[in-house]
């Protein structure tokens, strides 16, 4: 049954031009690219990607007190299941982009030298929020940038 159910997700993406696009992102798959299209469409609703990554409640929450402001965990505001998905498909990434000489490679060997691995595939999952943004706003195709040292 769920043979049958990953199948017709497939359909799904191979017939809608923006799934397709996103599908090519590592760390989006079918179930990602159909879920980010059938919630956000074509992101004409956020001016920016930190727009869609705080809608999905990826971005730090924000406390302050005595005129200082503290970054606290992640805010947990909209759609959970979208933000699950994409943390899944980060966390399944995040090996393949730490491997590869590209910009988002260099940037998450940084970020896990100083940062709890969690903490980094939640940021990656931001990313990736960011990146589908483009992609569905834009019309891109996902292309990595290899690093310049």
Known sequence: RIGAYD???MAMTREDDLAQRLVTVP?????????????VGDASAFAKGRDLAAWLGLTPRQHSTGGKTKMLGISKRGNRYLRTQL???AR??????VEKQTAMGVWLRN??????????????AAKLARVAW???????VYQSQEASI
């Open 7 to 9: 199948d017709e997700l």
């Open 87 to 89: 943390i899944h498909g």
């Open 134 to 140: 483009a992609i569905l706003r834009r019309g891109d």
């Open 27 to 39: 760390g989006i798959g079918a179930i990602n690219a159909t879920a980010l299209v059938a919630a």
């Open 92 to 97: 399944a990434a995040m090996r393949h982009f």
């Open 111 to 124: 970020l896990l030298a100083r940062a709890h691995p969690n903490v980094v595939v939640v940021a990656l």
